[in-house]
């Protein structure tokens, strides 16, 4: 079964601070792999994209990278600011052809960024 | 502003009624996605749609249909519904690109089953 487990399941950081989230995947085959942002209430927003040749993928302070061999993907948070409080969710495609990409998410890693 | 949008943003109901989420793809998408969100849950796939036809089903109950019409906005009936019903209900519109497809998400339709 295809699964995206993401840890911790919460973190509290320091505004300024830098963090790293992790995502483990058992997606198989894979096709790509994307962070997406959640903001309380609201619908995610993507953040990276990367497919299985990729290892790494910025966007800002934001920064993916991904072991196709290990199947584990990071996102690590640069100086962090109060607005990065959300919920970051991994996002596994299979491979699936005919133009169907059932997506596969984490429950998703809350961050909450205090002052 | 993903492009999408989505109607109502909040719906309040009682247990064994049926109600319509509507969802606006963007301009030119030819894919709409529905998802459920529970509370502290991950996104659910329920059904996807490719230009008015039914392309591929998720964890979509029974009691839950969905279509597309030709001008590409989607609806999802949900009906007898239940107090487990209670969720966010997001639909999302796609366009391929060279590493596969990207999903815009709408804000979201939250329903609440009293």
């Known amino acids: 079964k295809n699964q995206v487990e993401q840890s911790p399941q919460s973190l509290i950081i320091l505004e300024g601070k830098n963090c790293t989230l992790q995502c483990n995947y058992t997606v198989s085959p894979f096709s790509n792999l994307r962070w997406y942002k959640q903001d309380t209430g609201r619908g995610p927003v993507s953040l990276t994209i990367?497919?299985?040749?990729?290892n790494t993928k910025s966007n800002g302070r934001y920064t993916a990278t991904l072991d196709a061999d290990t199947k584990q993907s990071s996102l690590h948070i640069t100086a962090s600011q109060l607005s990065d409080s959300a919920s970051y969710i991994c996002?596994?495609?299979?491979?699936?052809?005919?133009?169907?990409?059932?997506?596969?998410f984490g429950k998703g890693t809350k961050l909450s960024v205090i002052p | 502003d993903s492009g999408v949008t989505q109607t109502p943003k909040h719906l309040i109901t009682a247990t064994g009624q049926r109600v319509t989420l509507r969802c606006s793809p963007r301009?030119?998408?030819?894919?709409v996605y529905w998802y459920q969100q529970s509370l502290d849950q991950g996104l659910q796939f329920l059904i996807q749609y490719y230009n008015g036809e039914e392309r591929a089903k998720g964890n979509i109950l029974e009691r839950f249909s969905a279509q597309q019409f030709p001008d590409l906005h989607s609806e999802l009936n949900l009906s007898s519904l239940e107090l487990g019903d209670s969720a966010l209900y997001f639909c999302a519109s796609s366009v391929e690109g060279l590493r596969g497809e990207t999903q815009y998400f709408g804000p979201g339709t939250r329903l609440l089953v009293l």
């Open positions: 301009s030119g998408d030819l894919s």
């Open positions: 990367m497919t299985f040749s990729e």
């Open positions: 996002v596994v495609s299979p491979y699936s052809g005919a133009g169907s990409y059932q997506l596969t």
